[in-house]
């Protein structure tokens, strides 16, 4: 009998849909050393991009929000010294970072003193936003840039926001319009209802878990036949959830998977899905989420474990 195969290589680079981009099936995305939750020093937030780096990760997300600025600017002062052709680099726009920015967000813990988010998804707020992330990246373009929440204020996200981009996009300024949403029935609606040719990417926050496939009703389908590459993230945490739950456990110990890799590799096995993200704010933190995506898994471990999720009730 042939030994289970190991799940994808973090590294293995793949087409970001019809964007001419590559990615590699592993991303970093770079909310944490912005300081979620809590405070990272640059050299972690450093020493955690090179750790990437050198696992073969070439896809890299941030955005103005996270952590007022400063998630951005680590990013840039991480990936300076890296030749700008061998990686992606996303941020998002919706949100301008200012002085008595109203929009406080609680979860960053150390953001720089007197300034604050504003959402703004017009076309001006636009064009000013990537031009602000610009300097603060210190780097000459970003490829992929997600509108940000775009459900906070969707008429202005879809007729400001996503004509500022499409503009830079034709012009060649920018390599791909994505979305960055936390409910897969929000990006569809947007990707239905966007002028052609419409969001290149969607990056879903949610949807694409272990106790929740509900991307897979719509929105993956739809995507999967415009040419649109979905970008999954939020996997980690309802996989250790999962692991709570009996049934779920059960499956992972019959085939003695960690619920860690089955939650890392399940966005990998459904259509259009390009690459899954991961936050960081360790080194250790992201050669873990590596190791687990290579985990082997069997065929077998799909379906019973779909089967034991629908009898819990999960995943609508």
């Not at 929440?149 to 920018?174: F, H, K, M, S």
């Not at 409910?183 to 052609?196: L, N």
């Not at 496939?213 to 939020?234: K, T």
């Not at 250790?284 to 082997?296: D, G, M, N, R, Y």
């Amino acid at each position: 009998m042939s030994a289970t195969p190991a799940g994808p290589a973090p590294g293995e680079r793949v087409p970001l849909g019809r964007t001419g981009l590559t990615v590699s099936r592993l991303g970093l995305g770079l909310a944490p050393i912005g300081g979620m939750f809590a405070p990272v020093p640059p050299e972690a937030a450093t020493a955690t991009v090179e750790r990437a780096w050198e696992l073969g990760i070439r896809l890299y997300d941030t955005a103005p929000v996270y952590g007022y600025g400063r998630s951005e600017t680590c990013a840039g002062a991480a990936l300076a010294d890296k030749p700008r052709d061998a990686f992606v680099l996303c941020t998002k726009v919706g949100r301008l970072i200012e002085p008595g920015g109203p929009d406080i967000q609680p979860l960053w813990a150390d953001p720089p003193p007197g300034v604050g988010p504003r959402l703004d998804h017009s076309y001006a707020a636009t064009h000013r936003s990537v031009a602000e992330s610009l300097d603060r990246l210190g780097l000459d373009r970003v490829d992929v840039l997600h509108i940000h929440d775009p459900d906070l204020d969707y008429p202005t996200a879809l007729g400001g926001a996503y004509r500022a981009l499409d503009e830079l996009r034709r012009d060649g300024v920018i390599g791909a319009v994505s979305l960055g949403v936390n409910h897969p029935a929000v990006a569809a609606r947007f990707v239905r209802e966007a002028p052609a040719p419409g969001p290149d990417c969607v990056l879903v926050a949610g949807g694409c878990t272990l106790l929740d496939r509900s991307a897979a009703d719509d929105l993956l389908p739809l995507c999967a036949d415009r040419g649109i590459a979905v970008m999954a993230a939020g996997v980690i945490t309802p996989a250790l959830a999962a692991a709570e739950r009996a049934a779920v456990r059960a499956v992972c110990d019959r085939h003695g998977v960690p619920p860690l890799a089955a939650a890392l590799q399940l966005p990998l096995c459904l259509p259009a899905v390009a690459t899954v993200l991961v936050g960081a704010r360790t080194p250790e933190e992201i050669t873990e989420s590596a190791t687990q995506l290579t985990h082997p898994i069997p065929k077998a471990f799909w379906p019973e474990l779909a089967a034991a999720v629908e009898g819990g009730g999960a995943g609508r």
